[in-house]
Structures are given as structure tokens and as C-alpha cells.
């Protein structure tokens, strides 16, 4: 019954830009802190960023900050990340995933109790 879909990835050229949603069922998102990974091949999975319950803080990890912005839209309860100026490092699969916690905190992928399924971004020219 909880579940977490993720959606938008693609394939985009440098510089262009995606915006990621990430919705939920079974659940009510704005009571959690929502992170955003992402893992590309041979690769460990890095957080990206997250966001925080009620207050909406935002955190982002330094290779995307300036380029990517994530907020709630509780009306859908659903979480988009904006993800502008791309760069073929970017290129992974996403995944949101949500921490019953009220605040970020940090990016230890067992610190999350849900996870969706992940979606494609390339970007390439």
C-alpha cells in the first residue's frame, strides 16, 4: 500500500534542463523528509538532496547545488527535483525515497524507510 514512483527522467543535452516527480500513495508525504539519490553505473548510490517535513529546508550536496532545486507539492503529494544546467555527470538513475523523520538527516540510503522504483536521466549530446 505505500508506494513511491518516480517519473520525468530522460535523455537531455549538457545544459539542458528535467524536472523529476516523485509521488506517493499510502501515505502523506509532507510528514516526511524526502531525499533524492541517484546511482550511476559501477557506481555507489550519493545523495543528491532532500527536503525537509512541514518546514520545507532544502539541502543539496555541493556537484548539484546552484544547478537543482527540490520542493513539495502537498495538493498531489508529490516532490519534484528541478534539475537545470546538466552535465553528462549527472547521468544515473533517480531515486526518492522518504525518512519518517521530521528533519534531513544526511544521506545513508538505511536511513530511509521507503524507496521508488528509480528513473533514467542521461544527459548526452
Known sequence: Q??????????VQPGGSL???CAASGF???YYA?????QAPGKEREGVSCVSASDGTTYYV???KGRFTVSRDNAKNTVHLQMNSLKPEDTAVYYCAADSAYYCQGYDPYEYDYWGQG?????SS
Open 2 to 11: 505505500v508506494q513511491l514512483v518516480e517519473s520525468g527522467g530522460g535523455l
Open 19 to 21: 524536472t523529476l516527480s
Open 28 to 30: 502523506t508525504l509532507d
Open 34 to 38: 524526502i531525499g533524492w539519490f541517484r
Open 62 to 64: 555541493d556537484s548539484v
Open 119 to 123: 528513473t533514467q536521466v542521461t544527459v
